[in-house]
């Protein structure tokens, strides 16, 4: 009896220990691995939630950092946002009056001016044939002979003796078979002077070669923001004084202006891009060299009501010299450039162009936006 009942508590103990009172053995283990999986499922969509938001604020910040520090193009300099005193006050440029305050956003601007190099890749990879190359229009031209209806450009010769500054068609002669090529005549060429900036260039042209490089002409706002390097209506892009420490900071004419240039500075007609200290911006021959084109028409009064943001120049252009023919905007002046004749390379000065037209002494460079 006794044996009975201890083998009947022993088997009361086992089901007191070993039971599940919720159910059996197996539906406990299922339900346990059931609950498992749900936690396990609510933790990956946490993490889920967590890393997605994560990376949005990630590209978020990539894209605060890229409008505060843009990725470099290559050979450009970032010109940053910023207010300036624009024009020049002095009495010799009433067309760069009166001096008003500008706000430009940044941009990239190309450190120097295009080069020979650089222009015949672009011609290069597209076959592109400049205003200069090709046969003039004779309905543009209807008083020209036929035997002068031949491509050419505008060539800069110094005359044998001396002439009246107020004669410049003495020192300006068209050019047949003058371009790009061949700055000084079909007996011309670039040998050594691929560094060289491009010249025999019309604003079409500079245009076409900016659309291709993925890039812009600079406003004319923009092309003396960048020219100033961050001084506030300094004379010249370098400061107040000429010949700093007695030396020249830019390619334009010494000596007699247009016969004897004493090529003090070391060059006779243009330089190699880079030749002189760079501004405070980093930017090179921002004065002299060559004449650079601007995206913005021409006109005398366009100071006059200008405004404050960012501006793109007029809708039109007038030049009350030639009231028929529509200018576009140069600046920079050119290595012709001389206190005794033309002192347009000072940072404020304006310069104009007909837009067809191209000449021995200009060039350009391009800019470019942040976005």
Not at 165 to 189: F, M, T
Not at 286 to 291: I, P
Not at 302 to 325: A, F, I, K
Not at 328 to 338: E, N, T, W
Request: aromatic share 12%.
């Amino acid at each position: 009896m006794i044996s009975l009942l201890s083998e009947k508590n022993i088997n009361i103990h086992k089901r007191n220990h070993m039971s599940n009172p919720r159910g059996s053995p197996s539906k406990a283990n299922h339900d346990h691995a059931v609950a498992g999986k749900r936690a396990e499922h609510s933790h990956n969509r946490h993490r889920l939630i967590v890393a997605t938001f994560l990376c949005a604020l990630l590209a978020a910040l990539a894209l605060t950092l890229l409008d505060i520090f843009p990725a470099k193009p290559t050979a450009m300099v970032w010109i940053p946002s910023g207010e300036f005193q624009m024009g020049d006050g002095d009495a010799i440029f009433p067309d760069a009056r009166p001096v008003h305050k500008v706000h430009v956003n940044g941009f990239w601007m190309d450190r120097t001016e295009v080069t020979n190099a650089q222009f015949a890749r672009f011609v290069e990879a597209t076959g592109y044939v400049t205003v200069a190359e090709r046969q003039p229009d004779a309905k543009e031209f209807p008083d020209a002979p036929p035997e002068k209806l031949v491509p050419g450009s505008i060539v800069f010769t110094p005359p044998d003796k001396e002439v009246s500054l107020d004669q410049p068609l003495s020192w300006w002669r068209w050019v047949a078979g003058a371009n790009w090529r061949h700055p000084e005549g079909p007996h011309s060429s670039l040998d050594g002077r691929e560094s060289h900036p491009v010249v025999h260039v019309c604003w079409y042209d500079a245009q076409a070669y900016a659309k291709w490089a993925g890039k812009r002409l600079p406003t004319e706002a923009e092309w003396e923001y960048a020219a100033r390097g961050g001084l506030e209506q300094k004379r010249y892009c370098w400061g107040d004084e000429l010949l700093p420490g007695g030396k020249w900071q830019a390619n334009i004419w010494q000596g007699a202006f247009p016969r004897a240039n004493t090529k003090e500075d070391g060059f006779e007609g243009t330089a190699p891009v880079g030749s002189f200290p760079p501004n405070g911006y980093g930017l090179f021959d921002m004065a002299g060299n060559v004449w650079e084109w601007c995206a913005d028409w021409y006109r005398p009064d366009t100071y006059t009501s200008s405004p404050v943001l960012d501006p793109r120049g007029p809708d039109s252009s007038y030049d009350p010299n030639e009231p028929g023919l529509p200018k576009r905007v140069q600046r920079g002046g050119s290595f012709l450039c001389s206190d005794v004749y033309c002192i347009r390379y000072r940072p404020g000065a304006r310069g104009k162009g007909e837009p067809g037209s191209a000449a021995s002494h200009i060039g350009f460079r391009c800019a470019r936006s942040a976005k």
